[in-house]
């Protein structure tokens, strides 16, 4: 295809092979792009963007505190970007990870509640696997709607995130909140034995290895298994998928089960590693930024930590502009935002290279 | 360097093309129509025309003719502006023009009937004719104006169709005709026609070769391309241009050669034309179909009481025009749609309605219709696409994982047995020729344990003739091991030089089934259009 445009020329040539190189320059030129982008959204604010983007970098990783607080930050992400991730790579577009997030934090709450008294060996495991259990079942929900009815699962998740924010909100304000709290609303903090212990002298909760042991137990599932080799059939070619015989319900059904578990454990993590407690408004978006943390990974279960650990870092940075220029939180979004349009933007450049020459 | 200034010349009088052809022929001097010189023109990795030169004068029938990937659809493409050539010029009527666009080729008179027809269903013939024109009496249709002009033309070329009839309400060979009305209405003088006899029975082949002697009697100049069938191009043309490799490897006068010589000139060697054929005496029935009935994407019946019987070693054909049923009835035989009636055994075995894994394992293998859509999975690599219907093999997996070694070993012989062209097993498959994508699915499929029927549907459609011969042997050292065969083709020599039987398909009802060595291609032809055969 060529594009003319006055004198010069564009033509997008297919590429007969894709250079490896690519997989780490398209993310990279995505970011420097959109900051480059964005810092015309920071003048527009008032704000010098190169003083901006240096207050960002030192809050987000100016010294060992801001990085551990970055790691903080990257530990939901993490778990929500794998847990959207795997049902991507099956060709599901779940953008659920938010509810399912709430809907493990909500579960979490539950089993220390219910489990109060019984020692951190085996009320920790046992709030794991309520929560996995019901952030999977909400996960697979949309998915049998999807085959059942062929209901949109892009409408579908993101209609059901409001749904377990709301529930949340029933809960903290209703049968759970803590009356000693005030005005503050939240429920009872959770008993010693249901903490997960956290890095000495940091926030950093061990939810993070948890978290990186998950990713490389996706990657090796979908690598090395049968299960992995149908999810990225069913991704990769749906009509290819029942032409080999594979049961695209199942495996949707056990794929969405997956993510959706995983995606709550970022839940828990906020709960019983972080803050102790389940407060109103768990969660910043995190579902939402994973999306984009699990596209510039490229949907790669082992790339996603360190995506995860680059977003927690412009998080954390956000709140430092914010506090330094006094400009709104939603410019950081923007920024966010920025970089998934230019990850996608830029992924033509895995199909094509693209030749700009004077017309002839 | 600015811009340059293009200076389009269009003929708005086209009465100066309407010569006789015996004119034409007194003057040998006739000057071209058309004339492209030195066309030249990239893909990555591929140089599909390497300094082309073609042309073609008034009344003239001139095929072009060559493999897939021979570069003639690139020529074409370039002329009627959907590409622009690196290098290279082009005259009409001995200008020098500059084709940015279908638009551009359309005023200089240039014209496009393509293999699959682009006409809306819903409308009659004459709106889809004017659909996209400007009507003279604006914002109102100028219908009754179209309808006129629209008669006159088909009776000057013999393009019978009722302009008020809607159109799919009409045969494939008359939706051509629409085609080419269209191209004829907006003042075509030189009409290229893309695989035109593709869909088309043998009686409406007739009918078009009638058609395209008829157009260029009348002035037009014709240009059919043509990949296989050699005999319609020695039957209709006056001259013939085979490329290969993106070069004229010859213009010739069509008078002066054979069927032989064109496929040499084609391939670059001797083909053998025809394809061994083996007896392989069974009577053991190893497929059977009985009074199968299913329903097509629409909820219309597509077969009809389908009841047919396939022999150990035996290669049953299925003969139709596209859209009879014969994708259903892969379909069914495979487990991908639902038998509404009728048993389907295997080896005595009854798998009607069952799941498409319980079907495979039973002994089926299938070579599908569509090969990038549902044969393989572009995106993941050859060694995952060799094993994406065997990789449940006990040895292959394990009950949770995929053993690589063997994977590994496996996916190395396919390679090499079936000589598939790819820089590694990791590529992608995207990136494979049509030719080395049917090698990889073959292979695949006809490896398969326990294989006992394989059901393949237009298996060497749209592929070079090198791939074709490698398939049809393929399918014939099947037939030799004891294979039952279904070959689904829309190719009647392939089906006639392959089969042991052939059944006749129509509207989902089996017409008949014949022996392949008494078959008759005109009896096939009219089976295919609907009569029964006659006893």
Redesign the interface.
């Given at each position: 295809m060529?594009v003319r445009l006055?004198?010069i020329e564009i033509e997008f040539?297919?590429?007969?092979?894709?250079p490896r190189y690519l997989a780490y320059l398209v993310p990279f030129v995505a970011v420097v792009v959109a900051l480059l982008v964005g810092s015309v959204v920071l003048v527009s604010a008032g704000v010098d963007p190169l003083t901006a983007y240096l207050a960002l970098f030192n809050t987000a990783f100016g010294n060992s505190y801001s990085l551990s607080e970055t790691i903080v930050k990257a530990i939901p992400l993490m778990l929500a970007a794998m847990g959207t991730a795997i049902t991507f790579l099956a060709g599901f577009w779940n953008i659920g990870a938010e509810g399912q997030l709430q809907i493990g934090a909500l579960a979490a709450t539950w089993a220390t509640l219910t489990f109060s008294g019984a020692p951190a060996f085996v009320i920790i495991p046992w709030t794991m696997l309520v929560t996995f259990v019901a952030g999977g079942a909400w996960g697979m929900i949309p998915a049998f709607f999807k085959v059942k009815l062929g209901a949109d699962e892009i409408l579908t998740t993101l209609m059901m995130n409001y749904v377990a924010i709301l529930a949340v909100f029933y809960f903290v304000y209703g049968p759970w909140r803590d009356p000693a709290a005030y005005g503050n609303p939240r429920t009872p903090l959770l008993p010693e034995s249901a903490r997960i212990p956290a890095i000495l002298g940091t926030r950093i909760h061990l939810t993070l290895f948890v978290a990186l042991g998950i990713a490389v137990l996706l990657y090796w599932l979908l690598t090395?298994?049968?299960?992995g080799?149908e999810i990225?059939?069913i991704g990769?070619?749906k009509?290819?998928?029942?032409?080999?015989?594979?049961?695209v319900f199942k495996n949707l059904l056990l794929v969405t089960l997956i993510g959706g578990g995983i995606a709550a454990l970022a839940g828990m993590g906020e709960v019983a590693g972080l803050h102790y407690t389940l407060p109103k408004g768990i969660s910043p978006g995190y579902g939402y930024t994973a999306v984009v943390v699990a596209w510039l990974a490229r949907l790669n279960p082992v790339a996603i930590p360190a995506s995860a650990f680059l977003f927690g870092g412009l998080l954390n940075g956000g709140y430092g502009i914010q506090m330094v220029f006094a400009v709104p939180i939603a410019l950081v979004n923007a920024i966010q935002a920025l970089v998934l349009f230019f990850v996608l933007a830029l992924s033509i450049f895995y199909e094509y290279?693209i030749v700009v020459r004077?017309?002839r | 360097?600015?811009?340059?200034r293009i200076v389009l010349y269009i003929n708005r009088n086209p009465s100066s093309t309407r010569r006789k052809v015996s004119e034409l022929q007194e003057t040998e001097s006739a000057a071209a129509v058309v004339q492209m010189k030195g066309i030249t023109k990239t893909?990555?990795?591929v140089l599909a025309n390497d300094h082309v030169d073609f042309d073609i004068r008034s009344g003239e029938i001139h095929a072009l003719l060559g493999e897939n990937g021979a570069g003639k659809t690139t020529l074409m493409n370039i002329l009627y502006g959907l590409y622009?050539p690196e290098e290279g010029e082009i005259y009409v009527d001995g200008r020098r023009v500059i084709i940015n666009s279908p638009k551009d080729a359309i005023n200089l008179g240039i014209g496009m009937v393509h293999q699959l027809f682009r006409l809306i269903p819903s409308l009659t013939v004459t709106e889809n004719i004017v659909l996209g024109l400007r009507s003279s009496r604006r914002p109102f249709l100028d219908l009754d104006v179209a309808e006129k002009k629209l008669t006159d033309l088909s009776d000057r070329y013999g393009l019978k169709v009722d302009p008020k009839a809607k159109l799919w309400q009409l045969s494939v060979g008359e939706q051509q005709r629409v085609e080419i009305l269209k191209a004829l209405y907006r003042g075509a003088k030189v009409l290229i026609m893309d695989e035109p006899t593709s869909v088309l029975t043998p009686q409406e082949v007739n009918e078009l070769m009638v058609i395209m002697k008829k157009m260029a009697a009348e002035g037009l100049a014709v240009i059919p391309f043509v990949t296989h069938k050699l005999r319609e191009v020695m039957a209709i043309s006056d001259r013939i241009t085979v490329m290969r490799r993106g070069k004229v490897v010859a213009t010739i006068q069509t008078k002066t050669t054979n069927e032989r010589d064109l496929a040499m000139k084609m391939v670059g060697r001797m083909v053998l034309m025809e394809t061994e054929t083996v007896k392989v005496p069974s009577e053991r029935a190893i497929l059977e179909l009985e009074r199968l009935r299913a329903i097509n994407d629409k909820g219309l019946l597509a077969l009809e009481d389908v009841s047919l019987s396939i022999r150990q070693g035996e290669i049953l054909g299925i003969a139709g025009v596209a859209g009879n049923g014969q994708t259903e009835l892969a379909e069914v035989i495979?487990?991908?749609r639902k038998a509404t009636g009728g048993r389907i055994l295997i080896n005595g075995k009854d798998i009607t309605n069952r799941?498409?894994?319980?079907?495979?394992e039973a002994g089926i293998g299938?070579v599908?219709e569509?090969r990038v859509?549902?044969?393989?999975?572009?995106?993941?690599n050859v060694r995952?696409n060799l094993?994406?219907?065997s990789?449940?093999d006990p040895s292959l997996?394990s009950r949770?994982?995929?053993e690589?070694a063997s994977i590994d070993r496996h996916v190395d012989k396919l390679i090499a047995d079936f000589g598939i062209m790819t820089?590694s097993k990791d590529?992608?498959v995207r990136?494979l020729s049509g030719g080395n994508l049917q090698r990889l699915i073959l292979a695949r499929e006809v490896t398969r344990k326990n294989l006992s029927a394989l059901v393949t549907v237009y298996p060497t459609r749209g592929l070079d003739v090198g791939a074709t011969e490698f398939i049809r042997n393929t399918l014939v050292s099947l037939k030799k091991k004891g294979v039952a065969i279904l070959l689904i083709s829309e190719d009647l020599d392939e089906i006639l030089s392959l089969s042991d039987r052939i059944a006749v398909v129509f509207k989902g009802r089996i017409m008949g089934v014949l022996s392949a060595s008494e078959a008759k291609i005109d009896e096939i032809g009219l089976m295919m259009a609907g009569a029964v055969k006659a006893e």
């Open positions: 060529v006055g004198s040539r297919k590429r007969g092979t894709r090395r298994t049968k299960f080799l990225r059939i990769g070619n009509d290819a998928a029942k032409y080999a015989g594979i049961n290279n004077r017309r | 360097m600015g811009p340059r893909f990555p990795g622009q495979t487990g991908l799941s498409t894994r319980e079907i495979m299938h599908p569509k859509e549902t044969g393989v999975v572009p995106d993941l995952e094993i994406l219907t990789y449940d997996s949770f994982l995929l690589r820089p590529s992608q990136l």
